[in-house]
């Protein structure tokens, strides 16, 4: 009887064993990249904290590049099929901390944790797996992405066109108050009103940059640079204060 315990024992570890393996091979994970399809004005790139060098459309970056933009500039990212678009407004500073694809043998994983610590970013991002985790560092929070068109800025302001946001806004000294932005239609959200209907001019704004989303597994359309970043009537509301000819950070 022990004998026997044993063997089954032996056989049902063999099998684990044998399923993990296959598991393991099935889920294979590698570095993903950000390949630059435009850049307007002049932007750099550092990696790793490497010496800074100009950013020219082809560059791939991997993770820990960071890029940043000078006045009156801008560069496009495409980061895959499943994580889209970034375009990086100007005056700002963006961190590619992570860029990582996992192929689990039923669909792609895409894991994307950004930095924004100062600057605007937009962002055209089809439907990700369940599984997949894109994530954008500000100084006062972090933004969760899933498909969606959008905007966010070092402040906190963002924009959201359609799809999913979940932004965990950190204040000062104070606790961690979680916010959900889902469009249609556009919703904004900012530290001092939270989340309401977004104005017309930004709604413009975001949409002008990407139209409608791209059908992978195709690339984006090339966006051509005509000022895009203006938005008519916004006045001196902090959250468009990144764009061009308007100053600011």
Do not use: C, H, W
């Amino acid at each position: 009887m022990k004998s026997t315990q044993n063997v089954t024992k032996t056989l049902v570890a063999t099998a684990a064993g044998m399923l993990a393996l296959s598991l393991g091979l099935q889920a294979q994970t590698q570095p993903g990249k950000a390949e630059v399809r435009a850049v307007k004005g002049t932007a750099t790139y550092m990696v790793g904290g490497g010496p800074a060098q100009p950013l020219k459309v082809g560059t791939v970056l991997p993770s820990g590049s960071t890029i940043k933009t000078a006045a009156g500039s801008a560069v496009d990212l495409f980061l895959g099929t499943s994580a889209g678009v970034v375009r990086v407004a100007e005056n700002t500073t963006l961190g590619l901390d992570k860029l990582t694809l996992t192929d689990t043998g039923a669909d792609t994983v895409v894991e994307v944790q950004m930095n924004l610590p100062d600057g605007t970013i937009l962002g055209n991002v089809n439907k990700l797996s369940a599984a997949s985790k894109y994530e954008i560092k500000v100084p006062n929070g972090v933004a969760g992405i899933r498909g969606t068109r959008f905007r966010l800025s070092s402040t906190g302001y963002a924009v959201l066109l359609d799809g999913t946001m979940v932004f965990v806004y950190v204040p000062p000294g104070g606790n961690p108050t979680p916010y959900t932005l889902v469009g249609p239609p556009a919703v904004y959200f900012s530290p001092l009103e939270g989340v309401k209907p977004a104005p017309e001019d930004l709604v413009r704004e975001v949409r002008g940059q990407f139209g409608p989303p791209f059908t992978p597994p195709g690339p984006p359309p090339r966006v051509p640079f005509n000022d895009p970043f203006v938005s008519p009537g916004v006045g001196s509301r902090p959250d468009v204060s990144n764009n061009p000819g308007q100053g600011g950070n």
